[in-house]
């Protein structure tokens, strides 16, 4: 008799599993990472990304996003909703990270058939710090200062 609670345990940690089936870990390899969502997906709430490899910063990312049989109502990065461009593009800007913590993605929406997939790719960019103007300005003003000696001499 004490195999329904046995079953009926099993049943519900299988069930559990599946709704984080989608969710994943994807590593940037350069200057991208590529992830593909099939099977349950959006299954009992949003999908979840993580992306790893990045040093702490602040960062500009492109998605590029395509799909089949979903509808995506919700899309932000680090809780950063994007600028939807052209040809399913989504543009993050300036988003920052820490050393401790990946980028997280989330997707949330909702299947409109049984058989609904999505792929994309994620390629990031740093954004350039106050310091790095100052001293492009700094050589800039050198090499003008270096071009007026000569000139002058």
């Given amino acids: ?12 940690a299988v069930s559990g599993s599946a709704a984080f089936a ?3 870990t994807v590593t940037f390899d350069g200057e991208t990472a590529s992830f593909i969502g099939s099977g349950p997906l959006l299954d009992g709430g949003d999908d979840e990304l993580s992306f790893t490899g990045l ?9 590029t996003l395509s799909g089949q049989y979903i509808n995506l109502t919700g899309i932000t990065l680090n809780g950063v909703s994007g600028s939807a461009l052209s ?3 989504i543009l993050f800007a300036s988003v920052e990270g820490t050393a401790t913590a990946p980028f997280k993605l989330t997707l949330a929406g909702s299947l409109l058939k049984a058989t609904a997939a999505y792929s994309g790719e ?7 710090e106050p310091q ?7 050589g800039i003003g050198a090499l003008g ?8 001499g």
Avoid: C, E, H, W
């Fill in 22 to 24: 989608a969710d994943q």
């Fill in 87 to 89: 040809n399913g593009k």
């Fill in 122 to 128: 994620l390629s990031v960019s740093a954004v350039p």
């Fill in 145 to 152: 200062f270096v071009a007026r000696q000569r000139k002058q």
């Fill in 1 to 12: 008799m004490q195999i329904k609670p046995l079953l009926a345990a099993a049943v519900l």
């Fill in 132 to 138: 790095t103007y100052a001293l492009m300005l700094a």
């Fill in 55 to 63: 040093a702490a910063g602040t960062y500009d990312f492109l998605l």
